[in-house]
């Protein structure tokens, strides 16, 4: 009885040991990730055929400030391109719209601090897609497993505007030195205007500290 006593005394602690274990592995995971995506520090590239070093970060927005915008989400990769002592700053933003809004114009805007800043969009392209949203659930079948099935969905539609555009040097330094910066689109027939969080602005700032 005793020994009984015993095995399942060292079964409680082997288990209560392993989902110790399996907590902290996930708390490693989960800070990893976290440290990843909070990380200002550009992604460094060496182009070795035109002798330039690409500095890189990848910024994310997901929404507008405007109520019932045709914004969906957006991506906006920025390059900083460095030779010798000429730094070029390129921008790469790929905008999803609902139909109703389906090309930007050329024009567009970065408010720093009150102050508006005009950029000329160099080129554009746009691409009509469709995403499926479902809804799903978990049914318990006669031998008691479950089956995942969708109860629902809906197709959306939706144009994916492509724009690339550089940023002059004093800009850039005005962004990074700013308290509050906004991004402004026209996507007739509305405006779309996008917020740098604080976040976002320590990463500009980072990219812009960035040395060889």
């Not at 590239?45 to 045709?70: C, H």
């Not at 933003?93 to 508006?116: C, H, K, P, W």
């Not at 005009?118 to 499926?132: D, R």
Request: charged share 25%.
């Amino acid at each position: 009885m005793k020994s009984f006593s015993n095995f399942n005394f060292y079964k409680s602690f082997i288990t209560k040991f392993l989902i110790l274990i399996t907590i902290i592995s996930l708390q490693s995971c989960i800070a990893a990730v976290l440290l990843i995506k909070s990380n200002p520090n550009p992604v460094v590239e060496y182009d070795e055929v035109k002798g330039i070093t690409r500095f890189k970060k990848t910024l994310f927005y997901r929404y507008a400030l405007e109520r019932n915008s045709s914004f969906m989400k957006s991506e906006q990769l920025i390059y900083k391109e460095a030779s010798g002592l000429q730094e070029d700053y390129k921008f790469y933003d790929y905008i999803q719209l609902e139909n109703r809004a389906s090309s930007i114009e050329n024009t567009m805007y970065f408010i720093v601090d009150g102050q508006n800043f005009p950029v000329e969009i160099i080129t554009q392209g746009k691409e009509s897609k469709s995403e499926i949203d479902k809804d799903e659930e978990d049914v318990l079948l006669a031998d008691s497993s479950k089956k995942t099935v969708i109860t629902d969905y809906e197709i959306r539609h939706f144009t994916l505007v492509s724009i690339h555009y550089k940023v002059e040097n004093d800009l850039i330094k005005k962004i990074t030195n700013a308290d509050n910066v906004k991004i402004r689109y026209y996507a007739p027939p509305e405006m779309i205007t996008l917020n740098l969080s604080r976040h976002k602005l320590k990463i500009m700032k980072a990219l812009h500290e960035a040395t060889l």
